[in-house]
């Protein structure tokens, strides 16, 4: 099973309109990273979370991590064609077994915005 | 711009062929990844360099071949690749893999098509 769970898998709104994008992990997390990724370019750092009930913002996205340090949602206010995109979560790989300064990703979730 | 320059942006090669994928850091980083990208699959990694010795092979066949000849430039050399290979390829960088909050910070890849 995946780590690192991300929900949906891919999203169409209208412009103007809210939407929420989640990650959920298998284990508790000690960092959750959030990038996006324009089609066939590379991964743009959003915001880490690492505290339990953390929220940042920046622009319109804002990230939480809830309490329990599983899950982390991802919220767009007045969504604009700008934010089309596929936004990938990451954690750190020795959460889940891994080496020690790696990373591991979910699959992404795909935005598309209709003007 | 995120600092981590990847050339060339797109590669076309046949089976038979040998080439190499470049990547430059400009952040001051110590640590540099190379990870594949498939569609429909998380984030591959497969060689990580930290203070440039290499720290991380995953399993990658060896007609794979990374070189990293100061912590600022990463090559990955190709060759007798398979269609399989087709990819985007992407490079990463971090401060330093023991640091607590690990951001990386990717280029913009290289989209490689084995024919």
């Known amino acids: 099973s995946q780590e690192l769970e991300q929900s949906p898998q891919s999203l169409i709104v209208q412009e103007g309109k809210n939407l929420t994008i989640n990650c959920t992990s298998s284990k508790t997390l000690y960092g959750l990273y959030w990038y996006k990724q324009k089609y066939g370019e590379g991964l743009i750092f959003l915001m880490m979370?690492?505290?339990?009930?953390e929220e940042k913002s920046h622009e319109k996205i804002t990230a939480k991590l809830d309490e329990k340090k599983q899950q982390s949602s991802l919220h767009i206010t007045a969504s604009q064609p700008s934010h089309a995109g596929t936004y990938l979560c990451?954690?750190?790989?020795?959460?889940?077994?891994?080496?020690?300064?790696?990373?591991?990703f979910g699959k992404g979730t795909k935005l598309s915005v209709k003007p | 711009e995120t600092g981590v320059t990847q050339t060339p942006r797109h590669l076309v090669m046949g089976m038979t062929n040998k080439k190499s994928l470049k990547c430059e850091q400009h952040l001051g980083h110590n640590a540099m990844y190379w990870y594949k990208q498939s569609a429909k699959k998380p984030l591959e990694l497969m060689f990580v360099?930290?203070?440039?010795?290499?720290?991380e092979n995953n399993s990658v066949p060896s007609r794979f071949s990374p070189e990293c000849p100061n912590s600022s430039h990463l090559f990955l050399h190709l060759h007798t690749l398979q269609p399989e290979d087709s990819a985007l390829y992407l490079c990463a960088s971090s401060r330093s893999r023991g640091l607590a909050k690990n951001i990386q910070y990717f280029g913009a890849g290289t989209r490689l098509s084995v024919l």
């Open positions: 979370l690492q505290k339990g009930g």
């Open positions: 360099y930290s203070l440039e010795e290499r720290v």
């Open positions: 990451g954690a750190d790989a020795w959460v889940y077994g891994g080496s020690q300064g790696n990373l591991i």
